[in-house]
């Protein structure tokens, strides 16, 4: 079956850096583009970054850009998000999921397009 396992999550200071990892299994990894949403404790989950199949194209919410990088090791079906500069709203459940379509419009991504999703890891960033 497939599965998607993020690691990475932890409490961390506003202003430090973190990765995530998601691993892949299950699933030809490179016909997937591949994303990264989050959910704050009384929120809808919302979008934060997609990147394309091979690697090359990337998209990003406003609320991270210039902060996180999404990138993708498709040898190792793994997906990565370095998070710098962090910010307590950042504070969520971030959630890894798989869209099928090696040519996806990343900003046209949303969450009912995903067909597979990580069970999620927690980031908490303190003031």
């Known amino acids: 079956q497939v599965q998607l396992v993020e690691f990475g999550g932890g409490l961390v200071q506003a202003g430090d850096s973190l990765r995530l990892s998601c691993a892949a299994s299950g699933l030809t990894f490179r016909n997937y583009a591949m994303g990264w949403f989050r959910q704050a404790p009384g929120k809808e989950r919302e979008f934060v970054t997609a990147?394309?199949?091979?690697?090359?194209?990337?998209y990003y919410a406003d609320s991270v850009k210039g902060r996180f990088t999404i990138s993708r090791d498709n040898a190792k079906t793994i997906v990565y998000l370095h998070m710098n500069s962090l910010k307590p709203e950042d504070t969520a459940d971030y959630y890894c999921?798989?869209?099928?379509?090696?040519?996806?419009?990343?900003?046209?991504?949303?969450?009912?397009?995903?067909?597979?999703w990580g069970k999620g890891t927690l980031v908490t960033v303190s003031s």
């Open positions: 990147i394309n199949w091979s690697g090359d194209i990337t």
């Open positions: 999921a798989a869209a099928y379509g090696r040519n996806w419009y990343l900003p046209s991504l949303r969450s009912d397009h995903m067909n597979y």
